[in-house]
């Protein structure tokens, strides 16, 4: 009986720290003053090509929306391949740069006519940080990625 209640105990351990992965990221996405945010949501997953794990929190004010997330993933680097070929492109109908934020580098599409836009952050091989928005201006989202602490989110994605 004492070995099939260790048991228990250690298979309850072990489901408690892993499912907590991903809400161990829900701190670092921060309120933000004068935006509704709602409560941040996750997940993880473990696929042939590793674990990945998620956490995601939506953002609103008046007819402004953020949806911002944090991806760990063995293929982080891969998802900001987009931006690793340019520095910038300006046309009438869409901005992109690349640039360093905190020692970070930071890819933007920012499409004018509909004031949206993603911005990705690569925080080492193994994360990035998304900012999707809409009704904003380019320098009103980085403005607003500034607040996230970028370094803390990295350092994190390096214990998980």
Do not use: C
């Amino acid at each position: 009986m004492k070995k099939i209640y260790l048991l228990l105990l250690f298979i309850l351990g072990f489901s408690v720290v892993y499912a907590q992965s991903y809400q161990e990221l829900y701190r670092y996405l921060v309120d933000l003053e004068g935006w509704k945010g709602e409560q941040p949501k996750g997940s993880e997953i473990t696929a042939m090509y590793g674990r990945i794990i998620t956490a995601e929190r939506i953002y609103e004010k008046e007819n402004s929306s953020l949806d911002v997330s944090i991806i760990k993933s063995p293929m982080a680097s891969s998802m900001f391949a987009p931006f690793s070929m340019i520095q910038e492109v300006d046309t009438p109908e869409e901005h992109v740069k690349v640039f360093k934020l905190n020692g970070f580098p930071v890819g933007i599409t920012h499409r004018k006519k509909e004031k949206s836009g993603e911005i990705t952050v690569l925080l080492g091989e193994a994360g990035i940080f998304s900012l999707q928005y809409t009704n904003l201006s380019e320098k009103e989202t980085v403005n607003i990625l500034k607040k996230f602490p970028l370094k803390e989110i990295a350092e994190k994605l390096n214990k998980l």
